[in-house]
């Protein structure tokens, strides 16, 4: 598996509290990365660690396969969104993206500024000053100042958070485009789990200063996710009745029963599959677990941002 950052026991102690303690995070190059935890869990200390901003107290982390001073040279190639985009509010979006691309010495600038800028949506925008900008447009310009580089990496703290529900649709829109087409690996933290759900390919859980899950959305459904539970008189019949019927997700649980992943809109096939087999149908139950509910599941408590 390549692994464009990983961490190795990553521990920040302020005093003798430790915001975050022993982190071992795994980051595929070309995903969404989804850092899930609620206010003060420790995500923006963590990112802020993994962005050069901050040093750890101990533990490591490796970066495009470096490590140590190696790693930290390598810096260039990761744009950062922690917590308020630094904007100037006087300049246009194309003022703004100028300055830091004369400050990271960008080649091709008025060119690499125009690709930005339509990639961002703010093509519109002319020389409208950017402290007249709506929430959502600013946090797509700090997005746009975090890619100015051409990094292969970027890290962005709560970048939906405050907008309203066309803000968070087009700044998702925007984080797919930089995936999918650009190739940008993509480190995000959210509170906002119904969104990050829709947008993320892996997960960390963090909860006050530890992570305690991670796992890809593939890992997710498996778990839990979606699926249909079936108990039947004999379970062996059934399963291959039902991959006859075309069911080819199918697992048997901790409980000894019939789960079949998705199929949620295919209960009545389901159903008439396993009687029309001879086999007695006991129960038939959908389970639709939401990525929220499974936070609080690991996390054992409310979940209040």
């Known amino acids: 598996m390549d692994y464009i950052m990983t961490t190795e026991g990553l521990t920040k102690i302020y005093g003798s509290k430790a915001a975050a303690e022993d982190i071992n995070i795994h980051i595929r190059e070309g995903e969404v990365y989804g850092l899930i935890g609620r206010n003060g869990a420790g995500k923006t200390t963590i ?9 750890p107290t101990s533990g490591s982390f490796t970066m495009f396969g470096k490590s140590g001073a190696e790693a930290k040279k390598l810096m260039h190639q990761v744009g950062v969104l922690i917590e308020h985009p630094g904007l100037y509010p006087n300049l246009s979006a194309r003022e703004n993206l100028k300055i830091k691309s004369i400050a990271l010495g960008v080649k091709n600038k008025e060119k690499t500024i125009d690709e930005i800028i339509e990639l961002v949506g703010l093509e519109n925008t002319g020389k409208k000053p950017c402290g007249s900008f709506s929430l959502g447009m600013r946090q797509r310009l700090g997005i746009a100042l975090a890619i100015i580089g051409d990094p292969k990496l970027i890290i962005l703290d709560e970048p939906i958070n405050g907008l309203d529900p066309q803000g968070i649709v087009e700044v998702r829109k925007m984080l797919e485009k930089l995936r999918d087409e650009k190739k940008i690996t993509i480190m995000i933290s959210s509170h906002i789990l119904e969104e990050l759900g829709k947008l993320a390919d892996s997960y960390g859980i963090i909860h006050e200063g530890h992570l305690l899950d991670e796992f890809t959305t593939e890992e997710f459904t498996k ?12 379970n062996e019949k059934a399963v291959e009745a039902l991959k006859k019927e075309g069911f080819n997700d199918i697992s048997i649980d901790n409980d000894h029963n019939i789960r079949i992943s998705g199929a949620l809109d295919k209960t009545e096939k389901i159903a008439k599959t396993v009687v029309g087999a001879g086999i007695g149908l006991r129960e038939l139950i959908i389970t639709n677990t ?3 509910d499974y936070y609080l599941s690991v996390t054992g408590g409310k979940h209040n941002g």
Do not use: D, H
């Open 290 to 292: 939401s990525l929220e």
């Open 223 to 234: 778990r839990t996710g979606k699926f249909v539970t079936v108990k039947t008189s004999s």
């Open 47 to 55: 990112m802020r660690m993994l962005s050069g901003l901050s040093n």
